[in-house]
């Protein structure tokens, strides 16, 4: 392995201004093994990804039983005109994840903004705070809402006995009760969620030039106004990130319904009702694809907003 | 911002190891674990063997125990060797699409009706009529019928029915002064009346979703008669008549007088309430019984059918079938044929009967001497019913019951409405999707 | 608030002058305690009811200190439960899908940020956009897909895709690959282009200057993504509740929601059982702090 460090290379031709190299230089052999580190990734994000999305919106405009090639009949918009007219769920799922990203943007947010902003200083313990409030982060969702149901659970949980409501016929079932159970799924989303913001906000506010913060409180502003008008807008790469994560994040939350009741009786979510009609026992696929679709659609909002940010400097 | 990204990267903790024994290690393990990934996980099946797996979906501790048994006495018999594969109940069947699909065990416990044809017709079970030529003879014709796929062959061979009906406990209706009420009028004064003395006049738990249906069969059955009902079930009947709004208005007569927080509760809490004295009666399956370990709770516990409210009186019964089907895997086993013609073997029913008594078993050779006066009267009602329909979510599309059927019917408990024409709509596009 | 929110501007002012000294910050560290411990109460709760048999439970009551604490649960759930078969088909699905993903998605980010291309930026669009689509979305065609993949018995019980790990390592891979491949591209072409300039004019090869020059260097990067792809991909739940139907194949996390069904109202087995699971994120958080963090805002701190 030879390195010829410090040899400056001449400008030869076949180097691009940003310094790569033309495809065309290259030995035949190294083509070919260029060309392969790129098609084997290429072609396994086509077969698993690009390809079953493209029969995602396929399907949606068939019925079919789930049985051989042969009985797939074309359905045009009558998939979704079912799931807009007359699936009794789909609003409320809709809305459920209108609440759900509302929920996380407003609150989950904020908080772990806030956690960044107070664990930025240079306090003592400050990395024990950190460890317990990241801790939700690196469990999955299905066992936050495991933990969350002995903590729910009607008789026998910790928050009926600290109410002092447990064992008596007011005692509330947070996760049964359809009124209350999406909050109480979404307070166990902030747990986990606000770790997430608190530690991307903390790398960003590292990144921050201390004599930004240092002329700004020379120029009089107090501590909110030198937050908003001058490290906030710096933080700008943070801040699309965590928008794109709280969006998405909200978009898949799938997990933490199902494990609670399946995503029914107050939980719908689209990604649940998605599952319901493909996976469980009354399978319709030409309906569970109708919803992916929307579910894509809806999804891909956020991601053309997010790849148009970041990818906008390169084009 | 790369530099203060390179900045950071170094500082972070690199690996010790060399590159090329990491990579040589981690080579070495993707390899294994491909390998691993690769293996079988189950049994042949492609030949005869003296293995086979049972997929069992009963997973609360009484028939659990039972199936057990049953398993025990044929691998003593047999000499085969028997895995069996409990799921939770509700788990394996919301899964049983894919299960099926994916890789099921030899035999699985499953249900006789629509919801055992359906799956037959999908190709996802073998065809047993070989099985049956030696069992045959030890079931009754109904039986026999409710075994058969839409294409003439046997799919299923039952173990045990049970019948739905109106449980409570003997001692707090006697002590009360409360009398079996026979028709609908009887029902509500006889409610009203527990009301007020205090307790939960019917027990209701609905947080599973399926439990609710027997009220709707049974009002349905009662108040259109039993061909309607099974038309209905169908999808041979509209939704959106008026014969099914009379169903829902009778039951809103009900409503009131049903548990309260139906929605939160279990179908194994709703039987505390009746056990403890709570409730005053409890519309469910015998398997009820289960829940009582109390024995003389268990001894308290009497039965009576649902009231007659305006056509056949009380001629129809809800008694639905369950059993065992064969895989498509499982059709090429011989062992797992081996297993079913013995599940309808006198011996195989006793050993189960023995830890679970609270069905009827289906086999002529079972020994009828062990049932309990409570049995016979059971089987009673049962032999005596002139029609007996499965249940909904065994006669009806699986996509009805399961995504239209047990949500409407969670909104009804809530507050009383139901949009037939929102049922209609549905049906249609489901039943059109099959 | 005002309280709160007037130390950061005194002590990030304070930070930069030589000599300061630091101002206690009271009332910061009352909100963080307090909000501490509301984080902890959930996780705390559910091993303290871990600790206690059910005997004792059922005696005192779950809100009592009665009783003795040992680890019975956590025994009787890891028999009852089955984890040890359950760890291993968790290992058996991470460590293939996490060497695969940093495999190709180096090679990928390699690729384009070493050698321009026309389509460079469509791609890295169309990968990083893959793994931001809700897992969903894909799940019916994936499933008729595997189903209709022909293996023989030997390799497969059901005679296709289905109920294979191979069928969730590979969603898993292609998954992920998206995102590794966007942050690797990004770590990547702040290597100096010297570097593989100096091989290439010595005559190295492609494979020379991937495999013996700027792997090395991007070992921060993997030790970072592996982690985060370790904990993301053990934590994942839905591709094996989707192509695993056999309970005794299931990873550890998708296993934990059939327990439920399981251990129904033992809510000591049932937090023994979570706990047992967690324990393996705990240990490699402690241990590997650094890199997961780091692995986090990889991808953030960019542009």
């Known amino acids: 392995m030879t390195e010829l460090i410090g040899t400056t290379t001449t400008a030869a031709a076949g180097i691009t201004p940003r310094g790569r190299r033309r495809f065309s230089m290259l030995t035949r052999r190294d083509r070919v093994v260029l060309t392969l580190m790129v098609a084997v990734p290429t072609l396994i994000q086509l077969i698993f990804i690009w390809i079953p999305t493209l029969l995602s919106v396929y399907l949606s405009f068939v019925k079919w039983n789930g049985l051989g090639l042969d009985s797939i009949k074309p359905a045009g918009l009558d998939n979704y005109i079912y799931v807009f007219r007359d699936y009794p769920p789909f609003w409320p799922a809709l809305q459920h994840n209108v609440l759900w990203l509302v929920f996380l943007a407003l609150i989950a947010t904020p908080i772990g903004l806030l956690l960044a902003i107070l664990l930025d200083q240079q306090l003592r313990g400050s990395r024990v705070y950190q460890s317990v409030f990241f801790v939700p982060v690196m469990l999955s969702l299905v066992l936050i809402g495991v933990i969350w149901q002995l903590f729910y659970s009607q008789n026998n949980g910790l928050l009926n006995f600290l109410l002092g409501t447990s064992g008596t016929p007011q005692a509330v079932d947070w996760f049964g009760d359809p009124n209350i159970n999406i909050w109480a799924a979404l307070i166990a989303a902030t747990w986990r969620h606000a770790g997430y913001v608190m530690i991307l906000y903390l790398a960003g506010l590292k990144g921050v030039d201390p004599s930004l913060r240092e002329a700004a409180s020379l120029d009089g502003a107090n501590a909110v106004q030198t937050f908003f008008r001058v490290i906030f807008p710096v933080m700008r790469p943070i801040n699309i990130v965590v928008v794109v994560i709280t969006v998405i994040e909200s978009l898949r939350a799938f997990d933490i319904v199902y494990v609670i009741n399946r995503g029914t009786n107050g939980l719908e979510l689209i990604s649940a009702l998605v599952i319901q009609n493909l996976v469980g026992e009354g399978q319709v696929i030409g309906v569970g694809s109708a919803l992916a679709v929307v579910l894509l659609v809806i999804s891909l909002v956020p991601i053309i907003i997010y790849l148009s940010r970041t990818f906008k400097k390169e084009a | 911002m790369t530099t203060e990204n390179l900045s950071a990267f170094s500082r972070v903790a690199s690996s010790q190891l060399g590159r090329r024994a990491f990579v040589g290690g981690a080579l070495g393990a993707t390899t294994i674990a491909l390998l691993a990934a690769c293996a079988p996980g189950g049994g042949s099946g492609a030949t005869a063997s003296k293995t086979l797996t049972i997929g069992s979906g009963a997973s609360d501790d009484v028939p659990k125990k039972a199936y057990a048994a049953v398993v025990a006495a044929f691998e003593k018999k047999s000499g085969d060797t028997v895995t069996t594969n409990t799921v939770a109940h509700n788990d394996f069947q919301n899964n049983i699409n894919t299960y099926l699909q994916g890789a099921p065990d030899d035999v699985f416990t499953w249900f006789a009706g629509y919801r055992m044809r359906y799956y037959a017709n999908k190709g996802y079970a073998a065809d047993m009529d070989d099985v049956w030529k030696t069992i045959g003879t030890k079931l009754s014709a109904g039986f026999a019928s409710a075994s058969t796929g839409d294409d003439g062959k046997k799919y299923f061979v039952p173990l045990y029915n049970y019948p739905w009906g109106f449980f409570y406990r003997k001692s707090i209706w006697a002590a009360k002064g409360y009398a079996v009420p026979e028709k609908w009028d009887d029902l509500i004064k006889l409610v009203t009346k527990m009301k007020a003395d205090g307790l939960v006049p019917i027990s209701f738990a609905d947080k599973d979703g399926w439990p609710a249906m027997g009220t709707f069969d049974y009002i349905n059955m009662r108040t259109n008669g039993y061909k309607f009902h099974m038309d209905l079930t169908a999808h041979k009947e509209s939704w959106d008549q008026q014969k099914v709004k009379d169903v829902f208005d009778n039951w809103k007569q009900l409503l009131p007088f049903q548990s309260d927080n139906a929605l939160g509760l279990t179908w194994q809490e709703g039987a505390k309430l009746l056990g403890d004295g709570t409730a005053g009666m409890y519309l469910l399956g015998s398997f009820v019984t289960q829940q009582f370990t109390d024995p003389a709770v268990l001894a308290d516990i009497d039965f009576f059918p649902f009231p007659e409210i305006a056509m056949e009186g009380r001629d129809a019964v809800e008694a639905p079938i369950d059993g065992l089907m064969l895989s498509k895997k499982g059709g090429t086993n011989q062992a797992a044929r081996d297993f079913l013609a013995y599940t309808a073997t006198g011996e195989a029913q006793d050993a189960y009967f023995a830890i679970d008594g609270s069905n009827l078993m289906s086999s002529s050779e079972f020994d009828t001497s062990k049932y309990t006066e409570f049995n016979k009267k059971l089987a009673g009602v049962i032999s005596d019913a002139k029609s007996i329909s499965q249940f909904f979510d065994r006669d009806a599309l699986p996509a009805m019951a399961n995504n239209v059927m047990i949500p409407a019917l969670q909104s009804f408990l809530k507050d009383g409405s139901v949009d037939t024409a929102n049922l209609e709509a549905q049906a249609k596009t489901l039943y059109a999707a099959q | ?303």
């Not at chain 3, 004019?201 to 370790?230: E, K, N």
């Not at chain 3, 998708?254 to 109202?265: C, E, M, P, Q, S």
Request: with cysteine; hydrophobic share 50%.
């Open chain 3, 1 to 303: 608030m005002s309280a709160v929110t007037s130390s950061p501007t005194a002590s990030s002012v304070h930070r930069n002058q030589a000599g300061s000294k630091k101002r206690p910050h009271y009332a910061t560290h009352i909100f963080l305690t307090i909000m501490a411990i509301m984080w902890l109460i959930p996780l705390g709760w559910a091993l303290f009811t871990s600790l206690r048999p059910k005997a004792d439970t059922d005696k005192y009551g779950y809100f009592s200190f009665g009783g003795s604490f040992n680890f019975n649960n956590f025994i009787a759930a890891w028999n009852q439960g089955g984890f040890g078969n359950y760890f291993l088909n968790s290992v058996i699905i991470v460590i293939p899908s996490v060497i695969l993903i940093l495999i190709f998605a180096s090679m990928m980010a390699f690729a384009v940020s070493r050698y321009s291309w026309r389509f460079n930026i469509t791609l890295l669009i169309m990968f990083t956009a893959g793994n931001l689509l809700p897992p969903q979305v894909l799940a019916a065609p994936l499933f008729q897909m595997f189903k209709a993949f022909p293996l023989p018995y030997a390799l497969s019980d059901s005679g296709n895709l289905l109920n294979t790990y191979a069928a969730v390592i590979a969603v898993n891979t292609a998954f992920q690959i998206g995102f590794c491949t966007f942050v690797l591209s990004n770590y990547m072409r702040a290597l100096p282009q010297e570097l593989t300039e100096a091989a290439f004019v010595d005559g190295a090869s492609i494979w020379r200057q991937y495999w013996g020059i700027i792997l090395p260097l991007t070992r921060p990067a993997f030790a970072a993504l592996g982690t985060l792809q370790v904990i993301w991909i053990y934590n994942d739940f839905f591709w094996p509740l989707l192509f695993i139907q056999s309970g005794s194949k299931l990873p550890v996390t998708t296993a934990i929601n059939n327990l439920k069904g399981v251990f129904l109202d033992n809510y000591n087995l049932l937090a023994a059982g979570a706990m047992i699971t967690v324990i393996p994120t705990l240990i490699i958080y402690f241990v590997l702090q650094k890199q997961f963090v780091a692995g986090l805002t990889l991808g953030a701190n960019k542009g």
